[in-house]
């Protein structure tokens, strides 16, 4: 198996278990090293807390999905002494030949049985409760009523009237939204409530008056994403009311508003996979949404196929952030046997089983720049398009070619071929550094007929639609200036 | 399309969400929007839909006012999301672009944020992070430039200073025009490092703004423009006048960059300076590499402090003090002889020159004595020892290492062993003296990191070569002196290693490391046994790993390599809050053992 410390870091759920697993290896805490005659499976033994050794694996019989295994009583997946393990093999450490342990022949053999199994089930049609199904669409049908009760006790009170301990008195209110199964109507919830404080831990978080002032226009839009919601959302769910055996809808991204969590096996039913995709990663971003109570990886990818731009989201709530896997730049090209992708959006989001990664070439930059869109107007119309819709993401992004990143006055404007132009700003995305600096740090080169990602933004004061500038795609290589 | 009515009523109906939707009912603003926007719909559909709507809210009841002022604002704003301003009139100039040296690294987000938010955070343990970063070279990326322009005021002047001398530099000429931008004259030591850097990067940018900052510059800053033009030759006029400045600061700065420059003029200055009352403030300067007119008119000076300092005159030992200090790394004939000339008069010297100095934070001839053992001739070495009667009791330790130096291990011996013995307390207070000199002979450095005691080390020229006179080990057994047989013990005397091996079994616990240490050397052949079996007993029924535990376990690196596999099993009976440590201590050991 072919790997680097980059790929061992990459495995790793977060910061603190590499530097766990590091500390393993330093302390010569491994005390055996062994590998699979075929060369598919490494494992070890480990000292540890207990009175016996752990004994950590690493399972790459199918290299695109490796299954970590270890005695200690970590949740951590992979645990620092399986990750010790890759890191001790990386750096040469002498493995001996030996047998398959007879434990984790017999856990091979249930994988391939469960696998089999799975691929059995999935031809099989599905039984559904539907007296179960029913109750819970009605649940969720009493809670868009009661959450549009609260939007319109808000409207009817006045955005004036709103401060930080009356968002908090909401929030608890719509509590009962997570018990109705629309957690992602009380998220949307939040983050309009969460306009009105600065923090979520400080008692003292009332916003200044200029402060207040700023957030209006958003704090409004928000709130008519919010009866959007309920309306669509309650005929969405009337008609499944009605006929429980109608699937998630597709055409847009209401089910997934409502918080349904999509299952790959809904996605591949509802026809919403590609096969055989290259993905390059263009920007990564991780921050903590406050309001969601979550921390969220954002990773920005463009698929070397279609010329999609797509995103991965990674949500990590608070309370199990330690034990879920933190996601981080990655600067390979990953091989998707089969891709997933999510209703809505001009980026939808994406997720894939398994993947495996290859070193990223100037072929690869090339075929990039290749994807990227030349016709500005174009792109800038189909981001109006989807933000004039209640429910469209408000920061679509968009690989572009451009003939010249220069200067009008003091702003930044970047012109394509055909002279149309953008002018470019910085956004107020949480924890992300700005870009603009950047560029003038940049060899002049760079600045010129290059591709550039960028993530869109309307100013609804300002009435103006910006573009934040993520990434230059050259001819050697993905320049990112945030992640 | 009339766009102008379409934001006009966006307009009103934030105003009403922010007021209640209540007060929408009947609004005569919004209610006069509607009749042009119905017009305007004849041509553009959408304008009447926005006219229905409006008639609709207002023209509605209040209980229906929420609902139809979202819908109202839901419609305008999708019409608003369409006719965002994206481009700009006029001509597109280039982006001034100035390279920097490095590039974007394909450095993870994971390795990055930390050190991003490092620079520009506060808190503590940043600095730590940062410093092994740039040890690492980790600072070739140009998104960690602005992080690191904003460190250069960070509340923790160390990290600040590491970023102007360590990080920014290294980002080349590319950055003068940032830090150019961001710098205030008038400010504080933030600007005054953001000035230091600019001259290090772009010499030529920085000269200007230095001239300008000695005419209306903060002191800070001024400080800094003055370090920075005494690099350059043709400045030295302006550097001469601010000499002369009555802020100390800037004085000193003055000063010091006079004294890099051996010129006629600036040397005139500085000799002035140093006749005059602020020697002590030219103490800096002339420590480092002052010419040797600087010199001169200091050793004249201390010469003439020195006649006053035998006739017991208080101004007069204050003030060769203060010359003896400047002079602390002159190795040169001359000060020897001033020195000499001061040994030779120690006796007659008052109770006033005992005193500790502002700056020395020793007496005269302990000052004095130190410096002559610095130079180590034999005529200063001799002049020490023939002062020892009349020296006092804080230049003991000196006059032993002396001697060390100077005399056969037998007379050295016989000089200060009976020492050990004697009863007198005067005699009893010079044991730590000799144990101290002892310790350094004999490689003082390994043995205070044994102790992580440091602070009676000297900093003078050990003496590992240093013969003993074997007699010393019976005498330092007989006079029980723990420590002195640990400096002293040797292979094949038995007394020695049952001593040690008794004070391990019952001394002091901060005591057996220097015991394991010696028994070492003994090549002991129990001392892993004995060593495990102290382990054990430190750490049974004990909660935490203590400071002497520590220290107990990393004095596993003097044990034979070869016992590793045995430590190793022993580790895994311990507890394990003291396994970890324990198995970290062993590392050392590792490094030496023969691999499986």
Known sequence: MPMDVAY??????????????????????????????????????????????????????????????????????????????????VEGSPFAEKEVPADISEKRAKVQQRAEKQQGDATQPRKVNTSALRKKIQAQLDGLILLEALVHDLVRAGLGALNAKSARQVEERATQLGNAYLPGAQNALHALTGLFYRSRISSDDELKPADRERIYSAALDQLNRLQSLCKQGRKYLERRLEDPDLRPETDSDIAAWLGHAWQLRELREAGLVQTDVELLQLAFHSHDDWTRGEFVDTGVWLNLHTGAVQQTKNYRPYRAAKFIREEDSCFQVLKCPELCLYPGNLNPRIRWESAEPRDATAVDFQKARELARTDLRAVIKDVKTQLKSPLGDRQPCALVRYKTLGRVGEAVVLEDPTGERLVLAEDAEPGEPGTLPLLSLLPAAMLRDQAVLLRFHHDLDARTLHAKPLSLVTAADVVRLTY | MSLALIEESAKEVRRLAIAGSPLAVGDFRLKKLALPLDQAGAKVPVFAQVAKAITDLVDGDEACSAERLLSLSTLLNAILYTQGQTGLEGDVSPLATTPVTGSVTRTTARLLRPLQEALTSTGSGRFEGVKSAVDAGSFRDVRLVDPALQALGDAYPELADLVAEKILPGFGPGIAGRLKDGLNLQGKRQDARRLEVLHRVAPATAVPLCEEALESGSPDVKAAAIACLGQHEDYLPLV??????????????????????????????????????????????????????????????????????????????????????????????????????????????GSASLAASNLGGSGIPKQAAELLYRIGSPRSLESILASREVLPLDCFQLVVQTAIRSWPPARVFDEFAPLLKSRKAADKKKVGPIENAMGIALDREEWAALAEDSSRNLGLRPLQDAEWDPRWLDVALEADQHLMVCYLARPGHPAAIEYLVKSLASGRPVDAPFSIRALSWCQYPRLTEVFMELVTKSTQGVRQVSWATQKLFQSARHLPAADLPKLESFAATLDEKFMEPFLEALASLRSTAPTA
């Open chain 2, 240 to 349: 001469l006048e601010q000499a002369k400045a009555r802020n100390k600061q800037v004085k000193a700065a003055a000063l010091e960059a006079l004294a890099t420059q051996d010129r006629p003029e600036a040397n005139d200055l500085l000799v002035a300076e140093i006749q005059g009352k602020d020697l002590a403030e030219m103490a800096t300067i002339l420590r480092r590499d002052p010419s040797p007119a600087l010199v001169n008119a200091v050793l004249a000076e201390a010469s003439k402090a020195l006649a006053l300092a035998l006739k017991n005159n208080r101004p007069g030992v204050e003030r060769l003090a203060v010359a003896l200090h400047c002079l602390e790394n002159q190795r040169d004939p001359n000060t020897e002889d001033l020195l000499l000339r001061l040994m030779n008069g120690v006796q007659g010297m």
């Open chain 1, 8 to 89: 061992v870091d990459s495995q790793a759920p977060n910061a603190g278990a590499i530097k766990n697993a590091r500390a393993v290896v330093l302390k010569r805490k491994l005390v055996g090293l062994f590998r699979s005659p075929d060369g598919t499976l490494l494992f070890g033994d480990c000292k540890g807390s207990g009175a016996e050794n752990y004994r950590p694996s690493a399972d790459f019989s199918d290299p695109s999905r490796p299954v970590y295994r270890c005695t200690c009583p970590s949740h951590q997946f992979p645990c620092k002494h399986s990750l010790a393990l890759l890191y001790a093999y």
